[in-house]
């Protein structure tokens, strides 16, 4: 803790330093974002500091920000961002009088820094495959890159389409240089050619025939109902003489008992019907000199189907059907 407090503390006094220190090669709307950024700064919002001092590095490229970004990473315990600022101001920095205590203190704190994190050098020769660092993708392959990460263990996943995924755990160490190289094996595919026979539950002509059946028995029931109308029509041209005709009305009843029947069974026979041409689709069962996995991938030989239907005629008209596969 000491220790801590020996050199973090003047370091800190050098950061204040520095804010306040301007720079004559420093243009107007650069010094106007380094003091927005050092009011963000002393209020603990470092984001925006870190935004500011950003835009002002970019805008005049005064060496200063970067030592200032290095520090206030420093408060945020980014060390990865620490030694990527530290470095890139050691390289810009100037060697004069002004910058020698600051490039001392840099090279200090660069130091502490590389102590707490390692290097990974990631290879992934494949192409198009999809390396993911810590849960962040880091790009496709083919790739041959290194990286800082903080010391620790770390996931490392590659996955590519047709190929067996691959996950390793890197257990880091300060200081750590390691190298991964990771080559997915081919996903090998297995044909399995397997014999039967295509069939149909029923017979391909039964619901056919059904359908065209119940169409024709509905048209008879149709043409039923047009001979009971026309003989309802002549008894009621009987009326008007005052000689009923009774024949014709009772007729009428008959025949429109008969037609109303037959378009019900009709229409029951030809739905039933419908609905078994849409259900009787070729289905896989096995075959007589099939082996073992034919017959667990085949379907049983289905049932012989069986098909009821029982007019029922009385005070009410109606139909029982029994239709099974």
């Known amino acids: 803790m000491r220790t801590l407090i020996r050199w973090v503390l003047p370091s800190i006094l050098v950061l204040c330093v520095l804010l306040q220190a301007g ?54 315990d980014h060390p990865i961002e620490v030694i990527r600022y530290f470095e890139q101001f050691l390289q810009n920095a100037p060697k004069t009088p002004k910058y020698k205590k600051l490039i001392k203190n840099a090279r200090v704190h660069l130091g502490n820094m590389l102590k707490r994190v390692g290097t990974l050098r990631i290879i992934a020769p494949q192409t198009g495959a999809q390396v993911v660092v810590a849960g962040k993708l880091l790009g496709a392959g083919p790739l041959n890159t290194q990286l800082r990460l903080k010391a620790g263990k770390h996931v490392v996943a590659v996955t590519l389409r047709g190929h067996h995924g691959e996950t390793r755990t890197i257990d880091l160490a300060g200081g750590d240089r390691r190298t991964l190289r990771i080559k997915l094996k081919k996903i090998k595919a297995r044909v399995i050619i397997k014999r039967g026979k295509l069939k149909t539950p029923l017979p391909r002509w039964l619901p056919w025939t059904g359908l065209v059946l119940g ?52 229409g029951v026979v030809a739905g039933v019907s419908f609905i078994g041409l849409l259900l009787n689709r070729p289905r896989l069962v096995k075959s007589d000199d099939g082996d073992a996995d034919t017959k667990k991938a085949s379907l049983s030989r289905p049932s012989r189907p069986q098909l009821m239907v029982v007019p029922v005629i009385g005070r009410t008209t109606g139909v029982a059907v029994t239709y099974r596969f």
């Open 215 to 266: 169409l024709g028995i509905a048209g008879g029931g149709a043409g039923a109902m047009v001979v009971a109308q026309n003989a309802y029509n002549k008894y009621d041209d009987s009326i008007p003489s005052g000689n009923y005709d009774t024949d014709a009305y009772d007729k009428g009843v008959l025949y429109r008992k008969i037609g109303v029947g037959l378009i019900v069974v009709g």
């Open 23 to 76: 720079d004559a090669m420093a243009s107007p709307q650069g010094t106007g974002l380094h003091k927005k950024a050092l009011e963000a700064f002393n209020d603990g919002d470092y984001k925006k500091a870190k935004r500011l001092w950003v835009q002002a590095y970019t805008l005049d490229r005064e060496p200063k920000y970067l030592y200032n970004l290095a520090r206030m990473a420093q408060e945020m």
